[in-house]
């Protein structure tokens, strides 16, 4: 598999990154299908979807900017650094953690108002809903990191190894060829839960999807960090976004379980 030699598109003055057309597919996807599926459950709810993302996209994604800058602030206030790069987030950089907390604490007060407005269900039910189309915007960017040349894995020789430029390899493997396509395969563990959770979720109770949602991405991120060998900040030789995950998908699963129990005693 080759690293794409274009990242951007000309059109005169214009410059578009293929990246932020990525993450612009991605969100217009996950306002759809989140749409879609909240009216099913509540057809009153018309535009709500949209309306929300208003406030949810912008937040979710100053803080998922946030989280990548906190987590890897060599890259950008180390000796080598530039603090001004922190602000380029077309050349990549969001932490999902991030984006999806602040997101989600937007969203929380923006649906509230829609609340105010019409009979609605619950923010759970409403977070049930987007979860399918979230999953399936990660795995669009991702196709972002593909046209950027980022976040590839350990060296390997399996048939869909990434072929890297020279140019873009980290330092120590300048003299491997071919790397593990990591965003690749988040791109592919996004898309199966998705599918799984829109084809079993109506069996779960009100916030089980969401929870399954953060708990099994979390479970597929944790792996795929081990593999990836791009800069980031370590605990106990670990690296930090391998402890986020850990701890977010025993949270998640934990709270996934707590809402089946209670679901039942109903």
């Not at 350990?154 to 003299?175: E, F, I, N, Q």
């Amino acid at each position: 598999m080759p690293t794409p030699s274009v990242s951007v598109l000309e059109l005169g003055p214009l410059t578009i990154h293929f990246y932020a057309l990525c993450i612009i597919a991605g969100i217009l996807i996950a306002v759809w299908l989140g749409d879609k599926r909240l009216r099913a459950v509540a057809p009153n709810a018309q535009n709500v979807v949209g309306d929300v993302a208003i406030w949810a996209v912008p937040f979710g994604i100053i803080g998922g900017r946030l989280y990548h800058v906190i987590s890897s602030p060599a890259q950008y206030f180390g000796a080598n650094g530039n603090a001004v790069d922190a602000l380029k987030i077309w050349q990549g950089g969001l932490g999902i953690w991030g984006a999806i907390s602040v997101g989600a604490v937007a969203a929380f007060f923006a649906y509230k108002s829609q609340q105010k407005k019409k009979e609605l269900p619950s923010f759970a039910i409403f977070m049930d809903a987007l979860a399918p189309g979230i999953l399936f915007a990660q795995a669009i960017g991702r196709l972002g990191n593909w046209f950027n040349g980022e976040l590839f894995g350990r060296p390997t020789d399996l048939p869909w190894a990434l072929s890297v430029p020279v140019g873009l390899r980290p330092d120590g493997y300048a003299t491997f060829e071919t790397f593990h396509p990591t965003f690749l395969y988040e791109l592919l563990w996004c898309s199966a839960v998705a599918i799984a959770l829109i084809l079993w979720g109506k069996k779960l109770a009100a916030g089980q999807v969401f929870s399954a949602y953060v708990g099994l991405y979390s479970i597929g991120r944790l792996f795929i960090e081990i593999i990836r060998i791009d800069q980031a900040n370590t605990i106990a030789g670990l690296r930090v976004n391998v402890w986020v995950s850990a701890i977010v998908a025993t949270l998640a699963l934990a709270n996934y379980l707590r809402l089946g129990r209670s679901s039942a005693k109903i």
